[in-house]
């Protein structure tokens, strides 16, 4: 009679046995999956990027917000558009307060064909206190070579506002610079010929020589063939008579679209002009005690006025009274243990009463100690 309740038994052991592990099968496979990225999302193509563009012009339509007349290179530039039109006058006798002198620019995308249009940011070149309601007048936009690549003109769109006039005034944002969208029209064409390449070469964004071999691998996996190499631990290079594939276009595209596993590197960022502390879940302490306390000294000086006896050769002076007081808060510490996560040192810390430069300070400590097993980079 015992032996089918001890078959039961056994066979519910198995069967939770059984679930366990495709619990832990699936655990897995969504850390390893939520960890996986497209080469697109690491890499760029080597000659392929952005350029910028630069370019002097003029916004007019201002509500009395431009430049002032002391800023003479506005006057100069009005009086030029002018005469390129047509109309000859003294510089001397333009007012500019509904102009102002701009700095225009631009980036130039990779194969921008002619007539492709751009964003482009308009910023005030002189004492202007608004570009509100401005609109650029025509403006040539020039690239490092000196050649014109594009021509930007329209109106500005602000995310600020500037309201009142002399002391009394209210400003939200910045109100003395503008954008454009699709404001600049490329008139050169400017494409890469990607047909003549034999190498085709991928940058890693951050440098990392796990990350180098995976894409390697990862790329090789799915040509099924030695096509891709690394040799340093940011480039990898295809060969694209090697990859079989038909024109390099498509060889970017497959290549692109292949997931890799990253590995982030341990690293601490301190911004210690704001108190800002960024850290990465990898970062882990080694066995450390952290003590942390305060000292105050407040110096206060009170002003009294000193009267002389009466008939008396004294004067009436004013006598200052320094009052020092020291605070001294009792030391407070925090124990680490081996391999303790960021967690638990911010929790501590937080216990402790640490400010943000506090944290700051401490961090730089721990590092200096031995103790953060991470990058330290302080902005």
């Known amino acids: 009679m015992m032996r089918p309740l001890v078959r039961l038994g056994f066979d519910a052991c198995l069967l939770s046995l059984l679930v366990l592990t495709l619990c832990v099968r699936e655990s897995a496979a969504a850390d390893e999956s939520a960890r996986q990225v497209l080469i697109?999302?690491?890499?760029?193509?080597?000659?392929?990027?952005?350029?910028?563009?630069?370019?002097?012009?003029?916004?007019?339509?201002?509500?009395?917000?431009?430049?002032?007349?002391?800023?003479?290179?506005?006057?100069?530039?009005?009086?030029?558009?002018?005469?390129r039109l047509g109309l000859q006058i003294p510089a001397a006798t333009v007012q500019t307060r509904n102009i102002a002198a701009v700095m225009v620019t631009a980036s130039l995308p990779p194969f921008a064909q002619p007539g492709t249009t751009i964003d482009v940011t308009v910023s005030s070149a002189g004492d202007a206190k608004?570009?509100?309601?401005?609109?650029?007048?025509?403006t040539a936009l020039h690239a490092a070579d000196g050649?014109?690549?594009?021509?930007?003109?329209?109106?500005?769109?602000?995310?600020?506002?500037?309201?009142?006039?002399?002391?009394?005034?209210?400003?939200?944002?910045?109100?003395?610079?503008?954008?454009?969208?699709?404001?600049?029209?490329?008139?050169r064409y400017v494409a890469v010929d990607l047909n003549h390449l034999t190498t085709l070469s991928l940058v890693l964004r951050e440098p990392d020589f796990a990350a180098a071999r995976d894409v390697t691998d990862a790329i090789n996996r799915d040509l099924g063939k030695d096509a891709a190499s690394f040799s340093d631990s940011r480039r990898i290079d295809v060969s694209v008579p090697q990859s079989g594939m038909a024109s390099v276009p498509m060889l970017i595209a497959r290549v692109q679209n292949l997931a890799v596993s990253v590995h982030p590197p341990a690293k601490v960022v301190l911004n210690e002009r704001t108190g800002t502390i960024v850290m990465g879940g990898d970062v882990k302490l080694s066995p450390v005690s952290v003590l942390h306390g305060g000292l105050t000294v407040e110096v206060s000086t009170t002003l009294t006025v000193s009267q002389p006896a009466?008939?008396?050769?004294?004067?009436?002076?004013?006598?200052?009274?320094t009052d020092v007081e020291t605070k001294e808060a009792p030391v407070r510490s925090i124990q680490l243990g081996a391999g303790a996560s960021v967690e638990e040192l911010i929790n501590g810390l937080h216990a402790m009463g640490a400010t943000a430069r506090d944290v700051v300070a401490i961090l730089q400590a721990i590092k200096a100690a031995g103790g953060l097993q991470a990058e330290l980079e302080i902005l």
């Open 147 to 187: 050649n014109v690549y594009a021509e930007a003109q329209g109106p500005l769109t602000l995310g600020g506002y500037t309201a009142g006039s002399s002391l009394n005034t209210k400003e939200v944002n910045h109100a003395t610079v503008g954008r454009i969208p699709s404001g600049g029209t490329i008139e």
């Open 130 to 138: 608004s570009l509100e309601g401005g609109i650029l007048l025509l």
């Open 40 to 83: 697109r999302d690491i890499t760029t193509i080597a000659g392929i990027r952005e350029n910028p563009l630069i370019g002097y012009g003029v916004v007019v339509g201002l509500k009395r917000t431009g430049d002032s007349q002391q800023t003479l290179f506005t006057t100069q530039t009005l009086a030029n558009v002018l005469q």
């Open 310 to 321: 009466p008939r008396s050769s004294g004067k009436t002076v004013v006598v200052p009274e």
